[in-house]
């Protein structure tokens, strides 16, 4: 038989006798003080280290290049024979941007490096060849401005140039007679690389190792 419960009295008849309960309503328990939550461990203003490793060979133009990740601090690879350049594409949340390979920011190659910089599309923004470092190492150094987006980091060895869908060069890392100069033809988008000097890669490979440090500088 279901019983039910009331903060009265109540008389409960069965047969052959009067019996009358006092039947109290059962007190809820009270419940233990609630305590308090631990102070929070304050966390050191620490910036937050997102290394990006090639998988397992980066392409060269825009459409195909590796995404890197958002805010990535350096990117690792290596070019050679027959893959002389890498294009990696990553998510900026805006601010000065730096990026080397000459030792600074943790960077490091070994070949004689030029970084390239282009918006999402493949515009050209900026790049550098030569630019030594602190301890010596002869790479590269970039820096630029940029609103929040998708850029491009482009990595190829010393005497490669760069062209847009006319066959105009944005980029030329030698002169004619092959020396040591580069060139900043104007502004396109990337469409192709080119060997700009003698002699040819397979002679000369400008290919190696290589570590872009990536930062973001305060102003």
């Known amino acids: ?31 233990p003080d609630v305590l308090p939550a631990p102070p929070l461990t304050e966390t050191p203003n620490v910036p937050m280290v997102m290394p990006y490793t090639e998988i397992p060979d980066a392409d060269s133009l825009p459409a195909d290049a590796q995404y890197a990740g958002a805010n990535v601090t350096s990117i690792t690879g290596s070019t050679g024979a027959g893959d002389y350049q890498d294009l990696f594409r990553f998510t900026w949340d805006g601010g000065l941007l730096e990026a080397a ?6 960077s490091s ?24 470092g602190p301890d010596g190492l002869a790479g590269s150094y970039i820096s630029a401005n940029l609103s929040a987006g998708d850029y491009l980091l482009g990595i190829t060895g010393y005497g490669f ?3 847009d869908s006319g066959g ?44 872009i440090g990536i930062n973001k500088r305060k102003s």
């Open 109 to 132: 190659c070994d070949f004689d490096t030029i970084l390239f910089l282009f918006d999402s599309t493949g515009l050209y923004i900026t790049s550098n060849r030569y630019n030594r």
């Open 168 to 211: 105009v060069l944005i980029y030329d890392a030698r002169d004619a007679s092959g020396k040591g100069f580069q060139h900043d033809n104007g502004s396109g988008i990337l469409t192709s690389w080119g060997w700009g000097g003698t002699p040819s890669p397979a002679a000369d490979p400008s290919t190696g190792n290589y570590t």
């Open 161 to 163: 140039a760069i062209s």
């Open 1 to 31: 038989m279901k019983r039910r419960f009331f903060n009265q009295t109540r008389t409960s008849i069965a047969p052959g006798r009067d019996t009358k309960l006092k039947l109290q309503m059962i007190k809820k328990p009270t419940l």
């Open 101 to 106: 390979t000459n030792g600074l920011l943790g």
